[in-house]
């Protein structure tokens, strides 16, 4: 079992809709990060969290540690909000502070 | 937000020759920056991690001599893929981070060996 779990893989919406991309994890975490991958490659990254919300623009963004799982919500949606969204966390304790990386969320969104 | 470039975005290479790639931190001192390869619709594999100054921790299956990382400066890491074979045609991606912070990263390198 992988240590974080996106859903869905795959999203198709109409222009306008409101998104929610989810993610869980398994380990404890210091933060959690969501990137945006175009399809030419490059990431950007949209939100570090660590507890609560964060809002930019039309994205929103959750966590709940307790339940180890965030949110990522994107509220209406434009086809140029089409990507694959990836959700990563950095485990909490030691030395180690690499990302673990889930598999993404493909996202269409048709005009 | 940070800037993190990396150059080239894509390149074409003979087998057998080796391709060097560039990853800077514009805007900040990056004190670790890590390598990932990404293969098609899959998501990013850590290659290694690289501290300014010390050598490069690979991660397990990942040949450190054939993917060599230099991090010079607190501002510059290179992985140079040495006597490059197709089977390393890859997408490659550096981040850059200056502590326990965001992740920038760069644009990524699209890689070709024919």
């Known amino acids: 079992k992988n240590e974080v779990e996106q859903s869905p893989q795959n999203l198709t919406a109409q222009e306008g809709e409101f998104i929610t991309i989810n993610c869980s994890y398994s380990?404890?975490?210091?933060?959690l990060h969501w990137l945006q991958q175009h399809p030419g490659g490059g990431i950007v990254s949209l939100f570090m969290?660590?507890?609560g919300k964060k809002k930019h623009g039309r994205l929103i963004a959750t966590i709940n540690i307790q339940e180890k799982h965030s949110s990522l919500h994107i509220t209406a949606s434009h086809p140029r909000d089409s990507a694959v969204y990836i959700c990563?966390?950095?485990?909490?304790?030691?030395?180690?502070?690499?990302?673990?990386f889930g598999k993404g969320t493909l996202l269409t969104v048709n005009p | 937000g940070a800037v993190v470039s990396q150059h080239p975005s894509r390149v074409i290479c003979k087998s057998g020759t080796s391709v060097k790639i560039e990853c800077r931190s514009l805007?900040?001192?990056?004190?670790?920056m890590f390598w990932y390869r990404q293969f098609p619709k899959q998501s990013l594999m850590l290659m290694a991690t690289?501290?300014?100054?010390?050598?490069?921790?690979?991660e397990q299956g990942v040949e450190k001599d054939k993917f060599l990382i230099n991090h010079a400066s607190l501002t510059l890491s290179t992985l140079t893929v040495t006597s490059a074979h197709p089977e390393d045609s890859s997408f490659y991606i550096c981040?850059?981070?200056?502590?326990?912070?965001?992740?920038?990263f760069g644009q990524g390198t699209r890689l070709t060996v024919v």
């Open positions: 969290l660590s507890s």
């Open positions: 690289s501290n300014e100054g010390s050598k490069a921790t690979y």
């Open positions: 981040s850059a981070e200056g502590g326990y912070t965001e992740a920038f």
């Open positions: 805007d900040f001192q990056a004190t670790t």
């Open positions: 990563a966390v950095r485990s909490s304790g030691g030395s180690n502070y690499k990302l673990t």
């Open positions: 380990v404890g975490i210091s933060a």
